[in-house]
C-alpha cells in the first residue's frame, strides 16, 4: 500500500509557474514508477509525465519544454515543475504510484486563468 498526498495546486495566470508535490507514505526507492496525470472538466484523465524508479522520464507532447518531473528519494517526494502555464492545463493534478498495481492520490485543483 502506498498513500500519496498532493499539494501545490492553486490559481495562476497565462505564463506563470507552479510546483507540484506528491509525497508518499513510504519509500519510492522500490516503487516501478511514479508519475502525473490530469483530468479537465468532460475530458478523460490523461498521462502528463513519468518518471521510472531509474529516473528515466517521459512527457506529453502538450507539456515537453514546460513541465519538468523529479523525485527526491530521501524526501519520499515527487515534484512536477509548471512553466509557462497556459488555460489548456486547467485540471485536477494526481500522482501516481505503480508497484505492480496503481496507486493515486486525491487530486489537486490546477487553474490557469487571467
Known amino acids: 500500500q502506498v498513500q500519496l498526498v498532493e499539494s501545490g495546486g492553486g490559481l495562476v495566470q497565462p505564463g506563470g509557474s507552479l510546483r507540484l508535490s506528491c509525497a508518499a507514505s513510504?519509500?519510492?526507492?522500490?516503487?516501478?514508477?511514479m508519475g502525473w496525470y490530469r483530468q479537465a472538466p468532460g475530458k478523460q484523465r490523461e498521462l502528463v509525465a513519468l518518471?521510472?524508479?531509474?529516473?528515466?522520464?517521459n512527457y506529453a507532447d502538450s507539456v515537453k519544454g514546460r513541465f519538468t518531473i523529479s523525485r527526491d528519494n530521501a524526501k519520499n517526494t515527487v515534484y512536477l515543475q509548471m512553466n509557462s502555464l497556459k488555460p489548456e492545463d486547467t485540471a485536477v493534478y494526481y500522482c501516481?504510484?505503480?508497484?505492480?498495481?496503481?496507486?493515486w492520490g486525491q487530486g489537486t485543483q490546477v487553474t490557469v486563468s487571467s
Open positions: 501516481n504510484a505503480r508497484m505492480g498495481v496503481s496507486f
Open positions: 513510504r519509500s519510492i526507492f522500490s516503487l516501478d514508477d
Open positions: 518518471i521510472t524508479s531509474g529516473g528515466s522520464t
